[in-house]
């Protein structure tokens, strides 16, 4: 446990020692890179005369208005209105080598074009407006056989600006292609292709980025994506060498695409980091939007002043709001000790130490010759930025995870519960169902058993009780039983098997009677329809009435007759038991057996007709079944 | 004098046992044999007596009624046996029934019913009820349906169109009837089919014993 601790303290230290370790590796690549160049295999010409003359005809046998200039010839301390220079340099050899010979121009602003021995070698493309601008890149010729002669030659270089004063020759050189198209080809990588797998990238990042705010509307990608892509368009200047726009319009939109994007890294940083600073957001605003009228102003006035102004006013504006930028997030980490701010910070650190070297370029610290360095910082960015969204997701994907986890184990834990608190239920409704049914086989028992057994003791204990009285009390009794019984048989379909079952067991009795039976059951609704406790009340009802025609009627025939009547808005189960005895009499229709009968149907809603003649009488049970 | 059946009967409840004796003592066609108040004696009773009718409570104190029923078949005595039960539930009665009896009493009948019961079953007629018709016939299709058989492979189409109508509640009259027969021949053909029951159930039985090896066939 301890170990991993360990581990996950010091993999940060680590990262933060892997980041300065870049930061300066970065810094020594970028330094050795830009001062390669070749050393004494090659003529270096840093030494001739320069003629400043807007001529276009290559200048020969003319001496006049020639001085003598070193080079690197800065044009905006040497000739800051200028828009093209001529240069002359002599060259004495002593035996001209049979290699092929070549001409290697590290830096020549805007752009150039070279003769040897009055002959044209070659440029960087067209001289007259609009000039295509090399200002970033090398230029390599290769020199005929033959027009290197020996004892003495004549170099003559033509270059031109767009904007006045913004020329530069640095020292070039002179040697074998096989030696010098090294040094060419490795500046050339740095100066463009470098450069455009950058922009590339950037344009990638970018997108990609605001396809995420797009999807995600968290305004850090929009911020980021916004900044990268300004950052990119930055680099068209360095990139395009015939320019779509009239060149005072692309140098300020070379000014203000670094500008804006510089001024994003404030909302950024303080989406970051959380901020809400007003004034500051709304103040960068208005700096940028002043600042780019202005420039917008000078460019369609004067080149010069768009430099000047471009150059020591809106990029120290720049320097000074990325430093603030730079600012913030150092407290930032210092406050917070987080690993992703610190990870920015160096990144940043790395950028704001390339823009205040080309802050330095821009503004004469440094010799312009040195290039700038600013577009080489975006791949730590975008590197830096990719890792903390690399982690981010990774971050999300392990705690959605976790979090899945947990939902599952809590889904888990309340699907025991409600298994528990189902089988709570079910118990408790088993109890219920239980003890409901309990309490009808009570009152059931107490109807039919116990009032008999009350009934045949009372006749016991009265005046003079016949055997055969006590006898058919108890008959009774037994009889109920018996209903109760098979009211309690769960296999039993309809009422008619019930009603059957019935007279199963009177027949003995009807038979010793001399009563001949007519029984017509339709189909009858199944016992479950009318429910076990209502199915016993029919049945008592019909023992009740049978068993007083049994008893009283002396009757010959007796039938029962059993259907349902179709009604609204409940059907009825009619049941009718006709005897041909001699009728009830008034004192029967007050006797116990009959009372009971409608009080029981009462009970359960039903409704008892009796008709009574001598030779007909008519039990009609009416019955609506739910 | 032509031979009177003799009657067994087995009965604890003492007033029970009572009535039974006398009902039957009194009938002119009927003579009673003995009596027993539990199991041992009445085992004892019917080896010796050997009565053309044993009368059996089901619940006795020493023993259960059906295990004398199983005597029968065991000592091949021609003796017919009925059960006495008070309620004449299917359960208790497709007990005895499967144990050998083809016939039972309720307790509470009359005197002539009770004498009438067992002429009956004496001239071959069995007593069913429309509920234990039901039970037999549903049995029988239930399992038939299992095994995947045609009912009749256990009772003939008329047997089990006679259940099915007793089960309906009809008459043995009203049966006899509708199908065109006497209704002697219906209670014959309800004691052909207690018979069957218990012929299975017996066959079950030993094929039951024989499974859980309680049982070994001497093969010559």
């Known amino acids: ?626 | 004098m032509e031979k009177l059946p003799t009657i067994l009967v087995v009965e604890d409840d003492s007033p029970t046992r009572q009535r039974l004796c006398k009902i039957i003592s009194e009938h002119p066609s009927l003579h009673l044999a003995g009596y027993a108040a539990n199991f041992f004696d009445g085992l004892e009773k019917l080896c010796e007596i050997r009565p053309t009718v044993l009368l059996t409570d089901l619940g006795l104190p020493d023993g259960n009624g059906l295990d004398l029923i199983h005597a029968i078949q065991q000592y091949e005595l021609e003796t017919e046996s009925m059960v006495i039960t008070v309620f004449g539930d299917e359960r208790h009665v497709l007990k005895a029934i499967e144990a050998g009896a083809t016939g039972y009493l309720l307790k509470d009948s009359d005197g002539e019913s009770i004498a009438e019961s067992i002429l009956q079953l004496l001239a071959g007629g069995s007593p069913i009820s429309p509920a234990i018709a039901r039970h037999v016939l549903r049995r029988v299709t239930a399992e038939a349906t299992q095994d995947n058989n045609e009912p009749e492979t256990l009772l003939t189409a008329r047997e089990l169109e006679v259940l099915s109508l007793l089960g309906k509640g009809l008459s043995y009259t009203e049966v006899a009837d509708t199908l065109q027969m006497s209704s002697g021949t219906v209670t014959t053909h309800v004691k052909h089919i207690y018979r069957k029951l218990a012929v299975r159930s017996r066959g079950e039985a030993v094929f039951e014993a024989l499974q859980r090896g309680l049982l070994k066939i001497d093969r010559p």
């Open chain 1, 1 to 626: 446990m301890s170990g991993s601790r360990v581990s996950l303290s010091v993999l940060p230290r680590l990262g933060a020692w892997f980041m300065l370790a870049i930061l300066l590796l970065s810094w020594a690549v970028l330094l050795y890179l830009h001062h390669r160049l070749p050393g004494s295999g090659a003529i270096e010409f840093d030494k001739g005369k320069r003629y400043i003359s807007v001529q276009t005809r290559l200048p020969t046998g003319q001496e006049q208005g020639w001085e003598a200039v070193s080079l690197t010839d800065d044009w905006w301390e040497s000739a800051p209105q200028e828009k093209q220079i001529w240069y002359r340099f002599e060259l004495d050899l002593v035996v001209p080598s049979d290699r092929l010979w070549a001409i290697y121009l590290p830096r020549a602003a805007v752009n150039a074009s070279v003769w040897l021995n009055g002959e044209l070698l070659g440029g960087g493309g067209r001289m007259q407006e609009p000039i295509s601008i090399n200002w970033t890149r090398p230029l390599y010729l290769m020199i005929p056989n033959g027009l290197l002669k020996p004892g003495s030659n004549e170099l003559t270089i033509q270059l031109v600006s767009d904007l006045a004063g913004n020329g530069l020759l640095r020292a070039f050189y002179l040697g074998s292609d096989e030696l010098l198209s090294t040094y060419y080809r490795w500046r050339y990588f740095i100066d463009v292709t470098a450069v455009e797998m950058i922009t590339i990238f950037m344009v990638v990042m970018s997108l990609f980025m605001g396809a995420l705010w797009w999807l995600r509307r968290d305004s850090l990608y929009g911020w980021f994506s916004v900044m990268v892509m300004l950052w990119a368009l930055h680099h068209l200047p360095l990139l395009i060498t015939t320019v779509p726009l009239p060149s005072g319009l692309w140098w300020w939109f070379w000014y203000m695409t670094i500008g804006w994007a510089i001024i994003c890294t404030v909302y950024f940083t303080h989406t970051v980091l959380n901020l809400n600073i007003r004034w500051i957001q709304r103040g960068v605003f208005i700096a940028g939007v002043t600042g780019s009228i202005i420039l917008a102003v000078a460019a369609a006035i004067d080149g010069y002043w768009l430099r000047v102004l471009g150059n020591h006013v809106w990029d120290t504006m720049v320097l000074l709001i990325g430093t603030y930028s730079i600012y913030k997030i150092f407290t930032g980490w210092h406050y917070e000790q987080d690993m992703d701010i610190r990870w920015l910070l160096m990144s940043g650190l790395l950028t704001f130490s390339f823009g205040v070297h080309d802050w330095l370029v821009l503004n004469s610290w440094i010799a312009r010759d040195d290039g700038l360095y600013i577009q080489y910082s975006p791949p730590l960015i975008l590197l830096v930025f990719g890792w903390i969204l690399l982690m981010r997701f990774v971050g999300a994907l392990t705690f959605a995870e976790a979090l899945n986890r947990d939902l599952e184990a809590r889904v888990q834990q309340q699907v025991e519960a409600v298994k528990l608190q189902h089988q709570q239920i079910r118990e408790l409704e088993q109890q219920q169902l239980l003890a409901s049914e309990r309490e009808r086989m009570m009152r059931d028992m107490h109807d039919g058993l116990g009032g008999h057994l009350v009934s045949t003791i009372s006749l016991i204990e009265g005046a003079r009780p016949t055997m055969d009285d006590i006898n058919q009390a108890l008959h009774e009794a037994l009889d109920d039983l018996r209903l109760v019984v098979n009211s309690l048989d769960p296999d039993q379909g309809d009422l008619s098997i019930a009603l059957s079952d019935m007279r199963y067991r009177l027949e003995p009795r009807l038979k010793a009677a001399g009563i001949q039976v007519k029984w017509n059951s339709a189909e009858l609704p199944e016992l479950k329809q009318i429910g076990p406790g209502r199915v016993l009340q029919i049945l008592r009802i019909i023992q009740e009435g049978i068993t007083n025609i049994i008893k009283h009627s002396q009757c010959e025939v007796m039938s029962l007759e059993a259907m349902v009547k179709v009604s609204n808005p409940h059907n009825q189960l009619v049941i009718t038991i006709e005897d041909n005895g001699h009728g009830i009499t008034d004192s029967d229709h007050n006797g116990k057996g009959i009372q009971n009968m409608h009080k029981r149907a009462d009970r359960m809603g039903a409704t008892i007709t009796i008709k009574s003649k001598p030779g007909l009488t008519r039990i009609t049970l009416g019955c609506p079944i739910p």
